[in-house]
């Protein structure tokens, strides 16, 4: 069904960037696949722009390594076929369809592709705030994923109202890290625009504070006073965007808005922790405040943090375990959770490295809660996030701390640092 107020266009556009999958800000609804890499779904990626005043548009990217190509058709083409199914809702809870629709096509296989990306176009939805629901189906594989995607209209120059592009070929760029090799172009819906500030700030960010530390203070990103600013004039609302320093830009067309675009450079091999003071840093969580500074201040700082797992695991071997999935909880953590400072030092990060992905995720319009079930004692763990009325990146989500998560913080971090990962 094809409701008169939303119109849809779907271009494919192919991807052959040299690239680690990056599977992030999949929303969905009730089950543990949302933040599991190797949970049996699709893993899509999710971008918006308001492109006019009554236009939005939602970019999808889909992996081709996540769906099924196959040449069991008329015409002998090795294609995958997928289908997505979408409904336009006021809110994650209230099922009044305010807009709905599906479409399907195919995709054929093309030789060091590794993404495709598609767009929705949304019309004259007269509403501030409203939730796209998005179901997309591999049809080979029987693969789906089910999402929520946060549509924000409010007129504070958040950023929906960006569209961050490549240069080379002018495809949209999905999350909000970069390399200093890239050369993007960076557009605003307001065309008339003639310039954007540039505030850059250094990217010393602290970790999260533990789950029990309760405090008035909310650890949204607070834009604190720039290291450097400067303006890049604009054509038609676009400028171009490459820097060479690593740390955080805030992208702004209407500065007397609070809120813009930011773009975050973490390091040559983010997301990966391949440094061994990166690798200390990384193990935060799990060390006094006098291991953490004597790590850090070791001359050999991949001794230090070796003595540490193997002390921890007992055997070389048995280190080798568990030191491989807590720094690959790390990596996914600065996959699927980074903002303003890396995702290994958000709320979500720290809570997905010591206790690993959620049993169940549900969403709500401004919060997400994770819950960690246990059957043998029947006993349930749960965690919820919202994001803050002014945080600057919707990926910035804040967990609500309670004093009584100290016990099982305390159960956790004893596992770990007696070589055992930790299960609720």
Known sequence: ???????????????????????????????????????????????VFHSSKNETKIYI??????????????????QA??????????????????????????????????????FLTLKNIKKEHYIAEIMIIDNYANKKSHSFVRIDRSENDNEQYYLSL???????????????????????????????????????????????VVSDKTEYFKIPEADSVWKINATLGKIPFKVNKKGLYLIKADTL?????????FGKSFPLITKSEDLIKAARYLLTDEEYKTMINAENKKLAIDNFWIKAAGNKEKARE?????YNRATYANYYFSSYKEGRKTDRGMIYMMFGPPDDIKNFDDAEKWIYINTKEDKKLE???????????ANDFVLIRKAEYLTEWNRAL??????FIYRF
């Open 166 to 212: 490549k240069a080379e070929n002018k495809k949209p760029l999905f999350g909000e890290y970069f390399r200093l090799k890239d050369s993007m172009i960076i557009q605003h819906r307001n065309t008339l625009a003639d310039s954007m500030q540039i505030k850059y700030f250094k990217t010393n960010f602290p970790d999260a504070q533990k789950p029990n």
């Open 322 to 326: 568990i030191l491989k999935i807590w």
């Open 61 to 78: 990217k889909l992996f081709t390594k996540e769906l099924r190509f196959s040449s069991a058709n008329p015409d002998r083409i090795n």
């Open 81 to 118: 076929s997928v289908k997505i199914i979408y409904g336009i809702k006021p809110s994650v809870k209230n099922n009044t369809i305010l807009d709905s629709s599906k479409i399907s096509f195919t995709v054929k296989k093309r030789k060091n592709q590794t993404s495709i990306i598609t």
């Open 383 to 393: 965690f919820v996030f919202v994001i803050p009325q002014e945080a600057i990146s």
């Open 1 to 47: 069904m094809k409701i008169k107020h939303l119109t849809i266009s779907l271009i494919i556009l192919l991807l052959s960037a040299c690239v680690t999958q990056k599977p992030q800000q999949v929303k969905t609804k009730t089950n543990a696949s949302e933040y599991n890499p190797l949970s049996f779904v699709l893993h899509p990626e999710f971008k």
């Open 414 to 419: 004893r596992s770990w640092r007696n070589g």
């Open 257 to 265: 808005k609070n809120k813009g675009m930011i773009k975050v450079n």
